[in-house]
């Protein structure tokens, strides 16, 4: 069994006691786990993101700014993610888009700084990875606007309706699944992950965050992952190990890698 973890952030402070350990080896000598894209969510985590990468063959770096952080962003920032996407170890832009959970930032500056991210991954070829919360329809709309359909991606922690699935499946987006869908007042979630194509779906843990049942609440990596295999298995009623393959091949279409 193959497992690519599309989602993690493994420079988080979390992680600072033994880094070293687990991206040494002790990540990918159990459980499947051979790659894992590490996500940026401002400037500092994107650049540890890409050092991460570039250390080892089997990680690859996503870079971005997400919703939180947006307030502090500057053109420069942009002028420095294009810069930083000429390593072929990055392979998306984000994590950006939408949170409307908070009152801050501003709606109009998160809108701001989504558009100019959408922007630069399409200048620069690559897929976008979205995180979205409390924003379904602005995104979708901003979405629409930047025409994302052209840049591609994967929505990141999908919590939406199955009807809004459909309405993201329409651009060609992926559906980035974890460990929320075995807990189980997960019921949303559990109807979008059976109405959503298997050749739609990737695994990711947002390490070390979203633990799956039964480890709720511990810190999360992704070892934990054949607890998300085995939980879309039953409610595609198909093998763990089906899930396994075409979730990783999925992932390597995604991030557009090749062999």
Request: net charge negative; hydrophobic share 40%.
């Given at each position: 069994m193959k497992i690519f973890d599309t989602h993690a952030h493994y420079d988080d402070r979390a992680f600072d006691a033994?880094?070293?350990?687990?991206?040494?080896?002790?990540?990918?000598?159990?459980?499947?786990?051979?790659?894992?894209?590490?996500?940026?969510?401002?400037?500092?985590?994107?650049?540890m993101s890409l050092e991460i990468a570039e250390n080892d063959e089997r990680v690859y770096a996503v870079i971005g700014v997400i919703p939180h952080h947006v307030a502090e962003m500057?053109?420069?920032?942009?002028?420095?993610?294009?810069?930083?996407?000429?390593?072929?170890?990055?392979?998306?832009?984000?994590?950006?888009?939408?949170?409307?959970?908070?009152?801050?930032?501003?709606?109009?500056?998160?809108?701001?700084?989504?558009?100019?991210?959408?922007?630069l991954a399409k200048e620069l070829g690559l897929p976008i990875v979205i995180h979205s919360r409390d924003a379904a329809q602005d995104t979708y709309?901003?979405?629409?606007?930047?025409?994302?359909?052209?840049?591609?991606?994967?929505?990141?922690?999908?919590?939406?309706?199955?009807?809004?699935?459909?309405?993201?499946?329409?651009?060609?987006?992926?559906?980035?699944?974890?460990?929320?869908?075995?807990?189980?007042?997960?019921?949303?979630?559990?109807?979008?992950?059976?109405?959503?194509?298997?050749?739609?779906?990737?695994?990711?843990?947002?390490?070390?965050?979203?633990?799956p049942s039964p480890f709720r609440g511990e810190r999360n990596d992704s070892r934990y992952l054949p607890y998300v295999v085995e939980e879309i298995a039953r409610l595609k009623e198909i093998t763990p190990e089906e899930v396994a393959e075409a979730t990783y091949e999925n992932a390597r279409r995604l991030y557009r890698i090749n062999e």
């Open positions: 033994d880094r070293d350990a687990l991206l040494g080896g002790e990540l990918f000598d159990s459980t499947g786990i051979v790659n894992f894209a590490n996500i940026g969510c401002d400037m500092k985590t994107s650049r500057t053109e420069n920032d942009i002028d420095e993610l294009r810069a930083m996407a000429a390593s072929p170890k990055v392979v998306a832009i984000g994590e950006i888009g939408l949170d409307y959970y908070y009152d801050e930032p501003a709606k109009d500056l998160q809108h701001k700084w989504f558009l100019k991210q959408m922007e709309e901003l979405m629409k606007q930047a025409h994302a359909e052209e840049i591609g991606g994967v929505v990141h922690c999908y919590s939406y309706s199955e009807e809004m699935a459909r309405e993201f499946l329409k651009m060609g987006f992926y559906f980035g699944i974890g460990g929320v869908v075995t807990f189980k007042n997960a019921k949303k979630l559990k109807r979008a992950v059976q109405a959503i194509p298997l050749d739609k779906i990737v695994l990711e843990t947002d390490a070390p965050y979203l633990t």
